[in-house]
């Protein structure tokens, strides 16, 4: 089987998450065509999306003008799944505490952007994450904290006493970077347990 996989591809790194991607598929005996999404209309052909970090302000503005912001809603209303890291968590939660990030709604989640510090406070954390045997090797930019989790989510995984990892539903969000580690494992958890449960 060939998953077709869509990356938001307006800032972040849209090349990592296509290798872990790729990665985690292949792990399952199967292909991932990727595809880099700038516009809109291509959305409704992807089986699963990924949204990468980046800086919130500037995603959230270019997924409204392109109109991707409807596309993305959908998908997850249709059940499909997503994985939303660091600034894609910001964009794809209820509320990022700033007037300047029209957030998509779509985790149940609120957050406080660049919480964990600044670029020089940087670092890589080993996280117990729900469904994984062994720690996940996170690594935290600029990092959001995740200060609300609603009813409707669940955390997987916490660091210093907040959440870092949650799933909604189709949509699983982390305030670290999975794709900047050889460890394809969070991509799995979102995209794999979920295709096949």
């Not at 872990?20 to 052909?45: K, N, Q, S």
């Not at 089986?47 to 809603?73: A, K, N």
């Not at 979102?190 to 295709?195: E, I, K, L, R």
Request: charge should be negative.
């Amino acid at each position: 089987m060939t998953l077709r996989a869509g990356v938001l591809a307006v800032q972040g790194d849209v090349s990592e998450h296509a290798d872990a991607i790729e990665r985690a598929a292949a792990a399952h005996g199967e292909t991932a065509e990727v595809v880099e999404i700038r516009e809109a209309g291509l959305i409704p052909d992807c089986d699963v999306l990924l949204l990468p970090g980046g800086e919130s302000t500037t995603i959230s503005r270019l997924v409204q003008r392109e109109g991707i912001d409807s596309e993305i809603t959908a998908h997850v209303e249709a059940g499909k799944p997503v994985l939303a890291t660091c600034a894609g968590l910001i964009v794809a939660a209820t509320d990022a505490h700033d007037d300047r990030v029209d957030t998509l709604n779509v985790l149940d989640v609120t957050v406080e952007r660049n919480a964990f510090g600044r670029q020089k406070d940087s670092f890589e954390a080993p996280l117990d994450v729900a469904g994984l045997d062994d720690p996940f090797p996170a690594v935290f930019i600029r990092a959001p904290v995740i200060d609300y989790v609603g009813d409707g989510a669940e955390v997987l995984a916490s660091w210093d006493g907040h959440p870092v990892a949650v799933r909604d539903g189709p949509v699983v969000g982390t305030s670290f970077h999975p794709e900047l580690t050889e460890d394809p494992r969070i991509h799995d958890l979102a995209f794999f347990d979920s295709v096949e449960s």
